[in-house]
């Protein structure tokens, strides 16, 4: 199973950047694609999460209205689509799989598989 993250970078605040998580090797019946992130000096956060068993999706508080997760089948990503950037959105974002038959989950213990991340810096 392999994940690789893309698409992270240096954007102003109130810019846009869109993230994608490419999966391999990892055709489960049901899963679940969670996206995390972790800022210097704070502990890894769950921004959004993906479950196929019931089409859920889940967007951390401080994110909701702004970050859009969604899937493509054809191209095996799960994409974070990101606007409107706050400086505090900076950290690096990993993605992360599981297999999984319920909502989907954002704590970190039950991820089976995680890409290596990629920076994201909001800054003027």
């Known amino acids: 199973v392999q994940l690789v993250e893309s698409g992270g970078g240096l954007v102003q605040p109130g810019g846009s950047l869109r993230l994608s998580c490419a999966v391999s090797?990892?055709?489960?019946?049901?899963?679940?694609i969670t996206w995390f992130r972790q800022s210097p000096g704070k502990a890894r956060e769950g921004v959004s999460c993906?479950?196929?068993?019931?089409?859920?999706?889940r967007y951390v508080e401080s994110v909701e209205g702004r970050f859009t997760i969604s899937v493509d089948k054809t191209k095996k990503t799960v994409d974070l689509q990101m606007v409107s950037l706050r400086e505090d959105d900076t950290a690096v974002y990993y993605c992360?799989?599981?297999?999984?038959?319920?909502?989907?989950?954002?704590?970190?213990?039950?991820?089976?598989?995680w890409g290596t991340g990629t920076l994201v810096t909001v800054s003027s």
């Open positions: 992360a799989a599981a297999v999984w038959d319920r909502p989907c989950p954002f704590d970190e213990v039950v991820m089976e598989h």
């Open positions: 090797g990892f055709d489960q019946s049901y899963y679940a």
């Open positions: 993906v479950a196929n068993s019931d089409g859920s999706t």
